[in-house]
T-cell receptor
Framework: DQQVKQNSPSLSVQEGRISILNCDYT??????FLWYKKYPAEGPTFLIS?????DKNEDGRFTVFLNKSAKHLSLHIVPSQPGDSAVYFC?????????????FGTGTKLQVIP | GAVVSQHPSWVICKSGTSVKIECRSL??????MFWYRQFPKQSLMLMAT?????????EQGVEKDKFLINHASLTLSTLTVTSAHPEDSSFYIC?????????????FGPGTRLTVL
């Protein structure tokens, strides 16, 4: 049972344009959401997170939007750069604070075309 | 930022042998470490949660006698794949939580590619 879903396995975007990566979840107990970026043969690196009490969190070119009623979140990257080409994982946890395990989605491979 | 290392980065072994993978937090104390496995084109699947000084908690379907986890210090956790078989070939990734941070952020190691012949 995939509790965190990323329905688009891949996405291609022109450099300078906006990249929008989507994520859906089914477990209503999730209250904290994270996005990770992963290059081949490397471990994921943390990008940005959002707590369920917010609907938007912004960090430079990266913005995460959360629609809790729809159990949907998205990561916006603008402007997209070739160095952003990687696999992006959405992840969710029942708690922002504490030691709850994190559940990962299947990832979306983003290719930014120069 | 916090750095987590893994050793070796890749390993090839014969079927039936055991392989040990080390995970180290280099600049922070990790009270909790996690071990994940990633098959091609699939998500990171949590195998077990390891707390320093106590037994690891394994996820459903993960054989604890096959995947031995030791977390003897605040900076080192090891995963030993015992009697490895070709189906154990995968990308193994560890992560660590900073014990001094109240937030649920994990720092990931670079991963270990295991190939069992």
């Amino acid at each position: 049972d995939q509790q965190v879903k990323q329905n688009s396995p891949s996405l291609s975007v022109q450099e300078g344009r906006i990249s929008i990566l989507n994520c859906d979840y089914t477990n209503s107990m999730f209250d904290y959401f994270l996005w990770y970026k992963k290059y081949p043969a490397e471990g994921p690196t943390f990008l940005i997170s959002i707590s369920s009490i917010k609907d938007k969190n912004e960090d430079g070119r990266f913005t995460v939007f959360l629609n809790k009623s729809a159990k949907h979140l998205s990561l916006h990257i603008v402007p997209s750069q070739p160095g952003d080409s990687a696999v992006y994982f959405c992840a969710a946890s029942p708690d922002e604070v504490g030691y709850q395990k994190v559940t990962f989605g299947t990832g979306t491979k983003l290719q930014v075309i120069p | 930022g916090a750095v987590v290392s893994q050793h070796p980065s890749w390993v090839i072994c014969k079927s039936g042998t055991s392989v040990k993978i080390e995970c180290r937090s280099l600049d922070f104390q990790a009270t909790t470490m996690f071990w994940y496995r990633q098959f091609p084109k699939q998500s990171l699947m949590l195998m077990a949660t390891s707390n320093e000084g106590s037994k690891a908690t394994y996820e459903q379907g993960v054989e604890k006698d096959k995947f031995l986890i030791n977390h003897a210090s605040l900076t080192l956790s090891t995963l030993t794949v015992t009697s490895a078989h070709p189906e154990d070939s995968s990308f193994y990734i560890c992560s660590a939580r900073d014990g001094s941070s109240p937030y649920n952020e994990q720092f990931f190691g670079p991963g270990t590619r295991l190939t069992v012949l």
